[in-house]
Every structure is written in structure tokens, then in C-alpha cells.
């Protein structure tokens, strides 16, 4: 058996300080019950896990590329960036 937040954690002490807290811990409980359901669902279904695994492939690839694309952009270097080309240009103009 999957133990859930509720059961891991002492939160009653917390659910009677407040309304806003109990609303949160209820929250909790929802998004825990929830994703603890998807993993039985996940244990069950191999075709469920390879496309999860496809889908975490496919946005690793896709946030590398933006990355990738943002790092080798074709802006122009300011001087107080640590153009090395700047730092050429100040050495030349000592010789």
C-alpha cells in the first residue's frame, strides 16, 4: 500500500489553526490522492509509461534546444557583458 501525505505527515494539528490552512491541507490531500491513483494507473499500463517516458524525452529535447538556440544568439555583445573580443580590442590598444 502507497502511503499518502496524510497518512505520512501529522497535519490534524494543522487543520484546526485555521481556514485557509484547512483549505490548503484538503488541496494537498486531492493532488496527493490524485497522483497516486496515476501511479497504479502507471504500474498497470506499460503503454501509459512509454508514453510518459517519450513525452519526458521530448521536452528535455525541446528546453535543450531552446537553450541551446539562446545561447548562441546572433546579438550583439555589450561591453560590460565580457565580450572577449572587447577585452582583445583594450590588449591591442596597450601595445
Known amino acids: ?6 497518512e505520512g505527515m501529522d497535519w490534524e494539528d494543522m487543520n484546526r489553526s485555521t481556514p485557509g490552512k484547512a483549505k490548503l491541507i484538503k ?3 486531492k ?4 497522483s497516486v491513483g496515476i501511479g497504479h494507473e502507471m504500474k ?5 509509461r512509454a508514453g510518459f517516458l517519450v ?3 521530448l521536452i528535455h529535447v525541446w528546453a535543450g534546444g531552446i537553450v541551446a538556440w539562446h545561447a548562441h544568439s546572433f546579438e550583439v555583445e555589450h561591453g560590460d ?11 591591442k590598444k596597450l601595445k
Open 55 to 57: 513525452y519526458l524525452i
Open 1 to 6: 500500500k502507497v502511503v499518502g501525505i496524510m
Open 27 to 29: 488541496y494537498v490531500a
Open 81 to 91: 557583458f565580457g565580450s572577449y573580443r572587447h577585452m582583445e580590442q583594450v590588449h
Open 44 to 48: 498497470r499500463n506499460p503503454m501509459l
Open 31 to 34: 493532488v496527493d490522492n490524485w
